[in-house]
């Protein structure tokens, strides 16, 4: 049994050494397999990052111009509005004006049939 256990254990050491063997560079001068994912991840979050700026001025920049839009149907809306009123109080003027025109022709009338004293 204990020849057993020391054959599974060097046998588990072979395995280990022989995974640690293929991590390592075998050249130096090309990139090992976790440095070659990680730059990939690195391209990865570079391009996702440039694509979430690129989405984010487009949406800042369609929110200015629906904010430009509105601002000036805002401001034609308003501008009719004071034309209308505008309108409007020339019309209460005019027939305030015509009130008062009839409330003093009809005390010249009073005043003309009253006989004098």
């Known amino acids: 049994m204990m020849a057993m256990t020391t054959v599974r254990g060097a046998a588990a ?3 280990v050494l022989a995974l640690l063997g293929g991590c390592q560079k075998k050249d130096p001068a090309t990139p090992g397999p976790a440095e070659t994912a990680g730059r990939k ?10 694509q979430l700026t690129e989405a984010a001025q487009q949406a800042n920049q369609q929110i200015t111009d629906a ?3 509105t601002s000036q149907q805002i401001d034609k809306a308003t501008e ?3 034309e209308k009123l505008n309108q ?3 019309q209460a003027g ?4 015509q009130a008062g025109e ?5 005390a010249r009338e009073r005043e003309a ?3 004098a004293k």
């Not at 991840?41 to 440039?50: P, V």
């Not at 005019?94 to 004006?97: A, G, S, V």
């Not at 009839?102 to 009809?106: A, D, G, I, S």
């Open 13 to 15: 050491a072979m395995v």
């Open 41 to 50: 991840l690195d391209q990865a979050t570079d391009k996702a990052g440039r």
């Open 67 to 69: 904010a430009k839009e």
């Open 80 to 82: 009719a509005a004071g």
């Open 88 to 90: 409007a109080t020339e």
């Open 94 to 97: 005019k027939k305030l004006e």
């Open 102 to 106: 009839k409330m003093q022709e009809k």
């Open 113 to 115: 049939s009253t006989p």
